[in-house]
């Protein structure tokens, strides 16, 4: 049972372009939302994060949304670069349980072409 | 300042075999976390701890797997009798007290069982 899906395994994107990565759930419990950045050989970084109390949140080039209603968030990269290219994970977590545990989803290659 | 510190980096055991990841968490960080994440997958919640205690590990296999933290030295997350499909990237990640999903991942064990 995939709770948190990443339907888009890639996207491509021209640099100084935005970049678009989106992220579904289906547990309404989720109300912390995070994501990640992960580089090949290295260990998730994290990037942004997002209470379900708000529907933006933003620093720098990364702007997350968050629409409760479609349980659906997303990741704006603008201007993207081609530093940016990596896999990028969204999680989500129930932060009343205090346990830490994050939900991944399966994670979308982005390539940002110079 | 040192992160979150994993070794070996990558581990190769027979079948049959055991193999002992550790993990050294951030520097003032008292909060551990375990996730794998087999190939083309997200990462796996397994387990949280903190010194000396299991806080969730309902991620964990029933058999075969085990981790701790203890008081003195790294967490360690051990599996008994490793099988082909054990073979994964686990990643371990660190918190401080107080605020358990702000997370910081290691570089991860990549385990291969032959």
């Known amino acids: 049972d995939q709770q948190v899906k990443q339907n888009s395994p890639s996207l491509s994107v021209q640099e100084g372009r935005i970049s678009i990565l989106n992220c579904d759930y289906t547990?309404?419990?989720?109300?912390?939302f995070l994501w990640y950045k992960k580089y090949p050989a290295e260990g998730p970084t994290f990037l942004i994060s997002?209470?379900?109390?708000?529907d933006k949140n933003e620093d720098g080039r990364f702007t997350v949304f968050l629409n409760k209603s479609a349980k659906h968030l997303s990741l704006h990269i603008v201007p993207s670069q081609p530093g940016d290219s990596a896999v990028y994970f969204c999680a989500a977590s129930v932060s009343s349980s205090n346990t830490g545990k994050l939900i991944f989803g399966q994670g979308t290659t982005l390539q940002v072409k110079p | 300042n040192a992160g979150v510190m994993q070794n070996p980096r990558h581990l190769v055991r027979r079948r049959g075999q055991e193999a002992r990841l550790r993990c050294s968490p951030m520097k003032g960080h008292s909060h551990v976390y375990w996730y794998r994440q087999l190939p083309e997958e997200g990462l796996k919640f397994m387990v949280y701890?903190?010194?000396?205690?299991?806080?969730?590990e309902s991620g964990m296999p029933k058999e075969r797997f085990s981790a701790e933290f203890p008081k003195e030295g790294p967490s360690i997350l051990r599996i008994q009798q490793v099988v082909r499909g054990d073979s994964a990237a686990y990643f371990c990640?660190?918190?401080?007290?107080?605020?358990?999903?702000?997370?910081?991942f290691g570089p991860g064990t990549r385990l291969t069982v032959t």
């Open positions: 547990n309404s419990m989720f109300d912390y």
């Open positions: 990640a660190s918190s401080q007290l107080g605020d358990v999903y702000e997370q910081y």
């Open positions: 997002i209470s379900s109390i708000k």
């Open positions: 701890l903190q010194k000396e205690n299991i806080i969730d």
